[in-house]
């Protein structure tokens, strides 16, 4: 079982659409962090929350921190093909034992079709 | 150019022939980790290293070691590769361990495929 619930595992749209994707957990986390990575390339770090309720956004995507830091959100506005890929979210527990440790999710595969 | 780099990219063994994957960091960092990814399963940690001359196993380090003598390298040893060891695997780096929130730099993968 994952820590970390990453909704949908796939998601396909047209350009110019919206899209949101989900990372869910039963655990509390310092920080959480959104990953993308494109094929035969490592993930790049996209956006770092830390606080409870935060809203980040980096142009057209929107990143969001519950109140509660047990989960976040990821919308894309307008996506462009550029934007296909596989996002993954990674958390840091708030616990003794897993100090300095990231968790990730299995990703969401975004395409987006012209 | 702050990088990670991995040697070699693809890499294709048979069972039980010893292999390592080195992993270099340019940016002296002192966190280093190892990951491998699987579909459906998303990325899991195997070793880590706060510093030099320490490690530390992560959520799956059967059949693996690591060794950590220079802060900018830290290999990853698979002394008799099995089947299930077949994956995708990544090497990263951040400047601290403590700093979890810190940019973690991922290297370009290495796919191995142990037949």
């Known amino acids: 079982t994952q820590l970390l619930e990453q909704s949908p595992q796939f998601l396909s749209i047209q350009e110019g659409e919206n899209l949101t994707v989900y990372c869910n957990s039963s655990?509390?986390?310092?920080?959480l962090q959104w990953y993308r990575q494109e094929p035969g390339e490592g993930p790049v770090l996209l956006v770092t929350v830390v606080t409870g309720g935060e809203v980040k956004k980096l142009k057209r995507l929107t990143f969001q921190f519950g109140d509660a830091r047990k989960d976040s959100s990821l919308h894309i506005t307008a996506a462009q093909p550029g934007d296909t890929g596989l996002y993954l979210c990674?958390?840091?527990?708030?616990?003794?034992?897993?100090?300095?440790?990231?968790?990730f999710g299995a990703g969401t595969q975004v395409v987006v079709t012209p | 150019e702050a990088q990670v780099t991995q040697n070699p990219r693809y890499l294709i063994t048979v069972t039980g022939k010893k292999l390592t994957v080195t992993c270099s960091q340019n940016m002296n960092h002192e966190y280093m980790s190892w990951y491998r990814q699987d579909p459906g399963l998303g990325l899991r940690q195997i070793y880590y290293s706060m510093n030099v001359e320490v490690t530390d196993k992560g959520d799956v380090p059967e059949g693996y070691k690591v060794s950590r003598k220079e802060k900018r390298n830290f290999p990853l040893i698979l002394e008799s590769p099995s089947p299930n060891q077949t994956s995708l695997y990544f090497c990263a780096s951040r400047a601290s361990g403590g700093f979890v929130s810190d940019t973690q730099y991922f290297g370009p993968g290495t796919r191995l495929t142990v037949l």
């Open positions: 990674a958390g840091a527990e708030m616990t003794t034992d897993s100090w300095g440790k990231l968790q």
């Open positions: 655990s509390v986390f310092s920080s």
